[in-house]
């Protein structure tokens, strides 16, 4: 039930916005339009060397307003729009890097369709975005007209007009009634409220149309993604690889060293001095137990069995148990993820509770774990002091580009006096769950 009126209360209060947002759209769109036409204007004087001077400044302040209004767009209406334009080549030195910047500018599809929204906006936003507002303001001024402003304009020797039908103003000149007039303006106030929400949806998907990337740029743009995520997860690759060596180097290998010229000395020993060859056995003994224990923590850093055996949800767990906080585990996965997806997922949620313990100084920690939408959805939430954010120096930054790898994000909520939450999404399927039979 309370499901229900929350909605409704919703739907409601976006009918009852929408006027006032249709206004700010069409408001607050008008520097773009400023920037569009401008942009314009250097276009038709490309031919000329001032034309190439202004043209960088007015792409850039043009591209800058834009971004502006596709976010407000997507915040008022609810259609969200990507941003469309081209990788810039890499900006060399000279003229010709110049030209070859000017080119690549000016040959993307979204420069054009820019200047095409600028030149036609104007014009859509009034039967679009802005047009509750017009209804709402038209049946206001109905009222008005009705009750107190009719009388003013007849009195100052003026025409009053409704609907294209002069209204009775009292002195028997109008042919509409008072309460034709305040019939019609009611329709329209009613009218503007009810079509609010259709008419932003409509001016959201115009603008997406226009301001949002064609096929080509948002292939463009997802080679580039990849190239970098790429070029990224092999850099943390290389840089694991040679963790594991350090770590085999300056632990177990040492160790395994050790033992070797113990034993040759043992081997000299046995003869000799027994009890002195008896005693190195038990320090090799020791030793060979310290080495597989730290080969047994190298193996758990690099895939942790239970990881292996049970999946992300109770390795999570496990390693709730394990922690100094006090973690409570939320799971609810009807199945795994893939292996790749399961250990960036533990990973990062091993790196939070670092990062809750370290830097935020928790004393409690939720984590909840489910599939939803096709996204393995993880939040961390912490009572720390917060403040939190992925230029902060706390390692966000670093695993927001780890799970881009697999097209995952981070989202980060910290305020100042906490909490803090990190919610990640990282697209995946899930298989059947897998235990182990042992």
Known sequence: MNGVATMEETRIQRHLRAPQRGFGLMVLGIPAMIAGFWFVSVLSMIT??????????????????????????????????????????????????????????????????????????????????????WLVLNGLWGYCLAAFAGDLIADAGGTTWYAAVPVDAGYGEGIMPRSATLVIATLSL??????????LDAYGRWTRTLLGPTEKSRLALRVRHLTETRSEAVDASAAELRRIERDLHDGAQARLVAMGMTLGAIEHLLEKDPAKARLLLAETREASAKALHELRDLVRGIHPPVLADRGVADAVRALALDHPLDVEVTADLPGRPDAPVESAAYFAVSELLANASKHAEADRVWIDLRHEHGMLRITVTDDGHGGASLDGGTGLRGLERRIATFDGVLALNSPAGGPTIVTLELPCALSSPKTSLS
Not at 70 to 85: D, F, H, L, M
Not at 102 to 127: E, H, K, N, Y
Not at 190 to 199: D, N, R, S
């Open 48 to 133: 000329g060397l001032l034309g190439i001077v202004l043209f960088p400044s007015a792409v850039k302040w043009l591209r800058r307003e834009l971004d502006g209004h596709r976010a407000r767009v997507a915040r008022w209406t609810g259609v969200e729009i990507e941003r469309p334009y081209l990788p810039d080549p890499e900006r060399e030195p000279g003229f010709s890097g110049e030209v070859k910047w000017f080119g690549a500018r000016l040959s993307d599809p979204a420069t054009w369709r820019d200047a095409l929204w600028a030149i036609l906006d104007p014009i859509v936003v009034m039967f679009t975005g802005a047009l509750a507002f």
């Open 190 to 199: 009613a009218a503007g409220f009810m079509v609010g929400p259709k008419a």
